[in-house]
């Protein structure tokens, strides 16, 4: 019987399925999670009932090994590919061997169906993209890529684009039913293993036999993270149904889970693999519930847990690794294998420049600040370097404003002018641009910098209130390019600890305030006798004032008087309106611990108040 026990990682070893006798390449749920399927070399694909634990329908039509599966949208066929070099279609839910498809003259790595089950994409060994008509299954198009993809083929969650990987470092993007060339995204430094498009189809994720995943944009092919912190070649990568966790395996034996805002690892699990670096989905996430299929004991069975995202997020800096051994889960706080802790995450904060082409001198300056910024560590996304002939500009600007954590944008006064005016370029990023502080109201995300004129006449008019950067001069200001580097990383100074909040006895003492005369109502007191009771009732409260030389010492001229002998007038705990005659500083020099110098007969022309001990 399963240990049903918690890891603190908020994973549980729900289920073990065994029943292959040699190593699993690919894992597959059916669409409504019913029905996991399994492809082996043992020459078989095993159809498994996950709450049960029941192998339930073996297919055993392959007569080499079956290197992957993949359910169609509808749930009811599944296509395999083997070593014999052909695809075969089964009915789902009869077992039934369907049609057989020639696909290739090498062996078959990776099948896909499209999202609406009309196309079916496969990826052979011979460099041969091949796209099958699933209504009559006549070969639709083939395609000749560089170096043979089967390494993962994955489609975009609209059905628009599919993705390629394979033997090379090279991931190519093609647009579903056209001839264009694809899109070619380069990073790694050996062999993709596998893809995973998130479901939401704002990320694509590339696991390599380099080591490391990385995160792309699709649409605009640009690198946003490089994550590093497994030990040896990947082979698989998923995403949950909500596009929030990424699973990824290893032949350093981990299987790590990854939150997806912020890149971080939040579980490992340890997972015995299989040590040949080959493409192998030996990941998958449910899609509908928070279960998560995995390959343990040398990739010869399947682990199936219950993962709780909010334990998960809790967990990000401190994660802990769920040991399974004999099909059950380890105790909880178990150490990560080797020592290993949760990888310090090297932010790189991607940041888009928005300017104006005012003339070639300013574009200098554009790129020679992009170049001492990336220099700093920040990403910086510019037209110079990232658009090339053929690149759609409207898609690289809106791209560039949406997937950037920051947007620096250069005001000069022609950029103010195109940007009023929405003109060109800089029009067209001034839309994209308030539209999306409208939209979610990030004021914070757009760092203005003003790098000529005056900011009335060269910030856009969305922008004349906020607060700027001076970049003004060549070179500018150092602390001002060291603001705008610490705005970036944010690493700008923190407000000091609250205090605790005072307690009424603080204000509850007595003050030995002086009567006010006897024959004087409060409200007939003299301007003098007031005075003379707040300044001495200021006094008797808090004797740590300094009334002396360090603080109160003041000299003044003429009418000014009576800010001077108020001292504290201008914090707000005394002021008067008019100047004070030398009556009245005689009436506070009365006050015991004051001491008045005055010069000047009917006013006082200069006075100076000090403690007499």
């Known amino acids: 019987m399963e240990d049903d026990t918690v890891t603190p ?64 949208p509808d749930g009811h066929r599944l296509a395999s590919g083997s070593n014999d070099n052909l695809i075969r279609i089964y009915g789902a839910d009869s077992g039934k061997l369907g049609q057989v498809l020639v696909a290739s003259k090498q062996w078959i790595g990776a099948v896909a169906w499209s999202p609406d089950g009309q196309t079916l994409v496969s990826g052979s060994g011979d460099t041969a993209i091949q796209l099958w008509d699933t209504t009559t299954w006549k070969l639709r198009q083939t ?93 698989s990568v998923s995403f949950s149904s909500d596009s929030h ?86 105790s909880p706080g178990s150490e990560p294998p080797n020592g290993e802790r949760s990888e310090e995450k090297m932010e ?34 510019l037209d110079q370097w990232h658009v090339v002939a053929g690149d759609q500009l409207p898609e690289f600007m809106e791209s560039s404003v949406r997937d950037s954590k920051f947007t620096l944008i250069v005001c000069t006064p022609n950029y103010r002018v195109k940007c009023d005016e929405r003109r060109g370029g800089v029009g067209y990023e001034g839309t994209v641009m308030t539209a999306e502080v409208w939209t979610h109201t990030n004021h914070r995300k757009f760092i ?22 001076d970049l003004r001069g060549d070179p500018c200001a150092e602390a001002n390019y060291d603001e705008l580097l610490q705005t970036i990383h944010g690493l700008l100074e923190e407000p000091p600890p609250l205090g605790p909040v005072p307690d009424k006895a603080r204000f509850d003492r007595k003050s030995a305030a002086p009567a006010v005369p006897a024959n004087k109502s409060l409200d007939q007191v003299s301007l003098g006798d007031q005075i003379l009771v707040r300044l001495h009732h200021l006094w008797s409260q808090d004797p740590k004032v300094h009334v002396g030389s360090e603080r109160f010492t003041q000299m003044a001229d003429k009418d000014d008087v009576h800010e001077v002998i108020l001292g504290l007038g201008r914090e707000g705990l005394i002021s008067h309106g008019e100047p004070i005659t030398t009556g009245v500083l005689r009436n506070i020099q009365r006050i015991p611990g004051i001491k008045i110098t005055m010069k000047g007969k009917t006013r006082a022309q200069s006075i100076m108040l000090s403690l007499s001990k």
């Open 448 to 469: 203005p910098l003003l790098r000529t004129g005056e900011w009335e006449n060269a910030a856009p008019s969305w922008l004349l209130g906020a607060r700027y950067i």
């Open 245 to 330: 966790l990424l699973a990824s395996k290893s032949t350093d034996n981990t299987v790590r889970l990854w939150r997806c805002d912020t890149w971080q690892t939040v579980a490992v699990v340890e997972e015995p693999a299989s040590q040949v670096v080959s493409p192998s989905p030996g990941l998958a996430f449910h899609p509908k519930e928070s279960v998560l299929a995995t390959l343990g004991e040398r990739d010869t069975i399947i682990r199936l847990w219950n993962v709780d995202p909010s334990v998960l997020f809790g967990a990000a800096t401190a994660p802990v690794a769920a040991r399974p051994s004999m099909g059950c889960v380890d």
């Open 9 to 72: 990682t908020g994973l549980r070893l729900r289920r073990t399925l065994r029943g292959h006798n040699d190593a699993i390449n690919g894992i597959a749920w059916s669409p409504d999670g019913q029905i996991l399927a399994s492809a082996s070399s043992d020459t078989n694909v095993i159809l498994w009932k996950p709450s049960s634990g029941e192998l339930f329908r073996k297919l055993e039509d392959h007569p080499y090994r079956v290197f992957c599966v993949a359910w169609a």
């Open 143 to 235: 395609i000749a890529a560089h170096s043979p993809c089967t390494g993962s083929l994955v489609w975009s969650p609209d059905g628009g684009r599919f993705a390629a990987g394979g033997d090379s470092a090279r991931i190519y993007i093609w647009r579903a039913g056209t001839a264009e060339p694809p899109r070619t995204l380069d990073g790694h430094e050996s062999l993709i293993t596998s893809l995973a498009w998130s479901p939401n189809g704002q990320e694509l994720v590339s696991a390599s036999a380099d080591g490391t995943l990385r995160v792309w944009n699709p649409d605009s092919g640009w690198q946003r993270e490089i994550l590093a912190a497994h030990k040896s070649p990947l082979t």
């Open 348 to 381: 790189h904060p991607r940041v888009f420049v928005s300017y104006s082409w005012d003339d070639e001198p300013h574009k200098i300056w554009v790129r020679q600040l992009g170049e001492r910024l990336r220099a700093d560590g920040v990403d910086i996304i």
